[in-house]
C-alpha cells in the first residue's frame, strides 16, 4: 500500500512538472500591452517578486510563476531593484530579468542628514558619469537662483528620499529632480511661519541640518532646535560640533581644541550665529522642528551612550550632566573593550571643563 502511494504521489508530481513548462508558455501573452515599472524589495524572495509582478499584471498566476521559478531552479537568485517589464515576456524572459538585473533603471537613497560630499559620488556611480558633472550640477546657477541661495552649492537641497533615473538621465536632471523634491516637501504654509520667526528659508534648512545631525531620538529633535535658538536669543555662539565637522571637510572621531580654530564661516565656535547655509540634506521631520522648536528654556545638552541627550539651562548643571555621561561611557567602554562607543569630543576634556564663553558648548 505505501508503495502505491508513494507511485501516486511520484507520478502526481511529474505530471504536474509536465504541466509547468505548458502553462509557463501559454502565459507567454500577458495581459499587459506597455512597459511597466515594477520594485523588487532588498530582501524579497521569488514569492514577493511574483506578488508584486501580479499586481503589476505582468503574470498572471503568482503561485504557479513561483512553481516555475522553483522548477527551473531560478528562485534563489531574485536581485532587488527597479526594473522595467516589457509587454508579452515569457516567464523565462521575466526571470532573466529577476536573476540578471536586467531592465533594472538606476536609483538611489539618499539617508536623511548625507551631505554633498556624500552624494555625489553614488550619484556619479548610479548614473556612470564623470566626478566633475556631477559637481558641476550641484552648482547649477539657475537652481540656486530660483532658491534665492548665496551658497556656492546646492548642499542640503537635494532632499533625501529613493530616486529612480531612466536610462541616460543626465546629473543636471538628477539634481533638479531632487531639488523638485524638496520644493514637494516644503509647505506654503511654512513661509508664513518664516515671517514670524524672522527666519530666512535657508536660515530653517541650516538649523535643521545641524538638528539632522544631532539626533538620535526622534521626540529630542523640536528640543535640539529650542537649544540653539535659545543661545541665538541670548548672543552665545551655537558651537555645534557637526558644523566644525563639516568645516574640516572630512569626518573626524572627536572634535578637537584645534579643530575649533579653523577659519571657516561654517565653524559655529568661531562665528556667531547660524552657517551660511545646511551642512547637510535635512529629512522632514528636522525641517519641522526647527520651524516649530520646544518651549524649553535649554541652552545645553550631552549625548549618553544609549543615545539621549541630557538637557539643561546652566552651564553649572551642563558640567555636572557632561561629568554623568562621562561616567556612562566610561562604563560602556569598560564593557565592550573597544572604541567604537567612544563619547563624543564635548563629552571630554573640553567644553564642560573650562567655563568661558567661547568654550560654553551646548554638547
Known amino acids: 500500500m505505501m508503495r502505491l502511494t508513494e ?30 515599472r515594477v520594485v523588487v524589495p532588498r530582501g524579497s524572495n521569488l514569492r514577493v517578486a511574483a506578488e508584486s509582478l501580479a499586481n503589476a ?14 522548477f527551473r531552479r531560478r528562485d534563489r537568485s531574485i536581485r532587488a531593484g527597479t526594473y522595467v517589464f516589457q509587454p508579452s515576456m515569457s516567464w523565462d524572459e521575466v526571470l532573466d530579468v529577476l536573476n540578471g538585473g536586467k531592465g533594472v533603471e538606476p536609483s538611489i537613497t539618499i539617508p536623511e ?7 555625489e559620488p553614488q550619484l556619479t556611480r548610479v548614473l556612470h558619469v564623470a566626478p566633475e558633472s556631477v559637481d558641476v550640477a550641484a552648482r547649477d546657477t539657475a537652481l540656486l537662483h530660483a532658491l534665492d541661495l548665496a551658497t556656492p552649492t546646492l548642499e542640503g537641497y537635494l532632499f533625501p528620499d529613493t530616486y529612480v533615473f531612466p536610462e541616460g538621465t543626465t546629473p543636471r536632471q538628477a539634481v533638479r529632480l531632487m531639488v523638485n523634491r524638496f520644493q514637494q516637501v516644503w509647505q506654503p504654509a511654512w513661509d508664513s511661519v518664516l515671517q514670524q520667526r524672522a527666519m530666512s528659508r ?10 539632522e545631525k544631532e539626533a538620535r531620538l526622534p521626540e529630542e529633535r523640536p528640543v535640539i532646535a529650542a537649544v540653539y535658538l535659545n543661545r541665538m536669543k541670548a548672543g552665545m555662539p551655537l558651537q555645534a560640533d557637526p558644523t566644525v565637522q563639516y568645516a574640516i571637510g572630512h ?6 581644541y584645534r579643530h575649533l580654530e579653523i577659519d571657516s564661516p561654517y565653524n559655529t565656535y568661531r562665528h556667531k550665529g547660524l552657517p551660511p547655509g545646511p551642512i547637510a540634506s535635512p529629512g522632514r521631520p528636522s525641517i519641522v522642528a526647527a520651524l ?3 518651549n524649553v528654556p535649554y541652552r545645553y545638552f550631552v549625548a549618553h551612550p544609549d543615545g539621549h541627550h541630557e538637557f539643561t539651562t546652566t552651564f553649572a ?47
Open 317 to 363: 548643571q551642563h558640567a555636572a550632566a557632561v561629568r554623568r555621561a562621562r561616567r556612562a561611557w566610561d562604563s560602556v567602554a569598560a564593557v565592550r573593550r573597544d572604541t567604537v562607543h567612544e563619547p563624543p569630543a564635548s563629552v571630554l576634556p573640553g567644553a564642560a571643563t573650562a567655563p568661558p564663553a567661547p568654550a560654553q558648548s551646548p554638547r
Open 202 to 211: 535657508n536660515d530653517v534648512m541650516a538649523l535643521a541640518a545641524i538638528v
Open 7 to 36: 507511485r501516486l504521489a511520484s507520478g502526481r508530481l511529474l505530471a504536474l512538472f509536465a504541466i509547468i513548462p505548458l502553462v509557463a508558455m501559454l502565459a507567454c501573452h500577458e495581459v499587459n500591452t506597455r512597459n511597466v
Open 57 to 70: 499584471r505582468i503574470i498572471r498566476h503568482p503561485t504557479l510563476f513561483r512553481v516555475y521559478g522553483m
Open 292 to 294: 516649530n522648536p520646544a
Open 251 to 256: 569626518h573626524v572621531a572627536r572634535v578637537l
Open 113 to 119: 542628514g548625507w551631505s554633498l560630499a556624500q552624494i
